[in-house]
């Protein structure tokens, strides 16, 4: 029973993990509310009051590791009272050129999708935006200084923005690991110093206050170098959108025609302000269960227990097909003797039940066949 136990355990653990990340089915959702942020709303800069563009500064789709396909989130953001949106998939542009063909073909005048991709490594994450190709220069596990610089330098190159993502979420203390999520992560005067053009300073619910104070003091000396003019560095807000959640904030801009060379011509010039709702909004739906989930739930659950038994920390994906982190996995020693301790007693105790009923039911049993035979002789003796 031991080693079935055991076996079960090596089987059970792997179907646990697979199980929980398909656990629900993204794909059939659809999206038929409409939020509008203006309602409850104001901008960060209360003055900015006539903007025309709600934009979603950072999304994911199924081209990485979003759970909405690149049509799906186009009409999710459009529920959750975007009007425009930059697709931004790790290490890729795919998503963002085929959720843009799906807005033009389905929503010409409603929608505008810049195709992007997130630079993700073990050090930095930065959102390369309004640009049609993969950028790979640059791009690896644990990119050098130069490396950085190089990536900045093509995105310029193919005439698009970098953005530099989630500084808090980039640097928060992985506990048990006792390491930042992303490993030496550069200052934000040296991504500055490096030619980055702005910062992402709310991401989901996480106001960047740091970043954006530090920005608001270099804005006042204009220190970024475009096309020859310095220019103020650019705020951005973005979801990060992986999966269906409440939607936190949109940047606002003031674009002259609603194209995406208009609103990028504003992000570009740092004409930007934004709307902020820590709470999050509440139109929002819940998947359904995956049927595969469902049929497998009852075996693959059992393994929740089994993993009781030991924690193993990965760090940080790196989207290079490795983790930034070393493994550690630490086995509950007690935990385990107490588990063979736990079933050996089980065993014992079912073993003194299991004797003891069949001890009761001999004695049962003997008793009513001597009942039976003292009958049959009374009934012989009376004959």
């Known amino acids: 029973m031991a080693v079935l136990f055991a076996v079960v355990a090596i089987l059970m653990i792997p179907m646990y993990k697979s199980d929980r990340e398909d656990m629900y089915n993204f794909r059939t959702m659809s999206f038929d509310w409409q939020t509008n ?76 999708v810049i195709p992007g991709m997130e630079y993700s490594n073990c050090r930095i994450h930065m959102n390369f935006i309004n640009i049609n190709t993969t950028v790979t220069a640059g791009n690896s596990e644990f990119p050098s200084d130069d490396d950085i610089r190089l990536a900045i330098g093509r995105v310029h190159e193919l005439g698009g923005l970098v953005i530099v993502n989630h500084i808090p979420w980039s640097n928060r203390t992985l506990d048990r690991l006792k390491a930042p999520r992303l490993l030496n992560h550069p200052s934000i005067q040296s991504l500055i110093d490096w030619g980055v053009d702005g910062f992402e300073v709310i991401n989901q619910e996480t106001f960047d206050m740091p970043t954006y104070q530090h920005m608001l003091a270099l804005n006042s000396t204009a220190t970024r170098q475009t096309t020859g003019t310095p220019t103020p560095l650019i705020f951005m807000t973005g979801s990060d959108v992986h999966k269906p959640t409440s939607a936190y904030s949109w940047t606002v801009l003031r ?75 630490d086995f509950h020693k007690l935990s385990i003797v107490c588990f063979v301790a736990y079933f050996v007693l089980g065993a014992v105790i079912f073993e003194i039940i299991h004797r003891l009923l069949g001890y009761i039911a001999r004695r049962a049993h003997n008793a009513y066949s001597a009942h039976n035979m003292a009958n049959t002789h009374t009934s012989d003796t009376l004959e």
């Open 255 to 329: 674009a002259r025609l609603f194209t995406k060379d208009a609103i990028m011509e504003e992000i570009a010039n740092a004409r930007t302000s934004f709307l902020f709702d820590p709470a999050g909004n509440r139109a929002n739906i819940v998947p359904d269960y995956s049927t595969l989930y469902l049929a497998l739930s009852p075996l693959s659950e059992l393994a929740e227990y089994f993993e009781s038994f030991y924690d193993r920390y990965q760090g940080q994906y790196s989207f290079h097909g490795s983790h930034c982190q070393r493994d550690i996995v």
């Open 37 to 112: 942020p203006r309602d409850h709303l104001v901008p960060f800069d209360p003055s900015y009051t006539d903007y025309n563009v709600l934009l979603d500064g950072h999304t994911h789709t199924t081209i990485s590791d979003g759970r909405l396909t690149p049509e799906q989130l186009v009409d999710y953001s459009i529920a959750q009272g975007c009007n425009a949106i930059i697709v931004s998939d790790h290490n890729t542009v795919k998503g963002g050129l085929r959720a843009e063909e799906y807005a033009k073909s389905k929503y010409a005048n409603k929608i505008v």
